[in-house]
């Protein structure tokens, strides 16, 4: 059973372009939250999304950032006009269920560096 | 507004040293979720604990959820090199639809 997937590792950007970060949860797995990490910080929630719905997106930018957990594929973190602030490690998690028993799995990260 | 604490952000220790470090919530937790994260890599899912005052044992690692369950503690016996990394506490509060709120992470450093 393949662990949670994300793609690409490492993504650089210059300032003003888009960012599309992707996550395959692991098998059998219909929840996806998506995290942001800087350099000697914790982990800050930004959104929370089932099978094409978004559950909490109360983490997220309210402008540029955009998320989707389409029926089909993986899930998208949408970045538009990248800015140097949002270079940062990027992950996803899944987990089996929602409510008490919810451990999440985390996938490697995207680390994003705008340029 | 709800967040979990946890100070300090680093601690030194000599390997074979014991090791605790705390969690602490300024309003009642559902559940609280242990993660720890080597460099460079990704959190890695370590416990949850859900009852008031649970205490559980994973070899030479004990995790304590308070009675209040606002708080919530990770002891670490005779410290290995391995146990090297940062390890964050997540509360789920009530009524908060799955979602975690992190800590900062404590950092731990081993001296061999």
């Known amino acids: 059973n393949a662990g949670v997937m994300q793609n690409p590792r490492h993504l650089v950007r210059r300032r003003g372009q888009e960012a599309r970060l992707r996550c395959s949860p692991m098998k059998g797995h219909s929840h996806v939250y998506w995290y942001r990490q800087l350099p000697e910080e914790g982990l800050k929630f930004m959104v929370y999304?089932?099978?094409?719905?978004?559950?909490?997106e109360s983490g997220m930018p309210k402008e540029r950032f955009s998320a989707e957990f389409p029926k089909e594929g993986p899930s998208i973190l949408r970045i538009q006009q990248v800015v140097r602030g949002d270079s940062a490690a990027y992950f996803c998690?899944?987990?089996?269920?929602?409510?008490?028993?919810?451990?999440?799995?985390f996938g490697p990260g995207t680390r994003l560096t705008v340029l | 507004g709800q967040q979990v604490m946890q100070i300090p952000q680093y601690q030194h220790v000599q390997e074979g040293e014991d090791f605790t470090t705390y969690c602490n919530s300024s309003?009642?937790?559902?559940?609280i979720q242990w993660y720890k994260q080597r460099p460079g890599g990704h959190p890695v899912f370590l416990i949850q604990?859900?009852?008031?005052?649970e205490v559980k044992k994973q070899k030479r690692l004990t995790f304590q959820f308070g009675e209040a369950k606002k708080n919530s503690s990770l002891h670490i016996t005779a410290t290995q090199t391995t146990d090297v990394g940062t390890y964050f506490c997540a509360g789920e509060y009530p009524g908060a639809n799955s979602k975690l709120t992190f800590g900062k992470g404590i950092t731990l450093s081993v001296r061999p």
């Open positions: 999304l089932q099978k094409e719905n978004i559950i909490d």
């Open positions: 998690a899944s987990s089996l269920l929602a409510g008490g028993g919810n451990e999440q799995f």
């Open positions: 309003t009642t937790l559902s559940n």
């Open positions: 604990l859900v009852k008031s005052g």
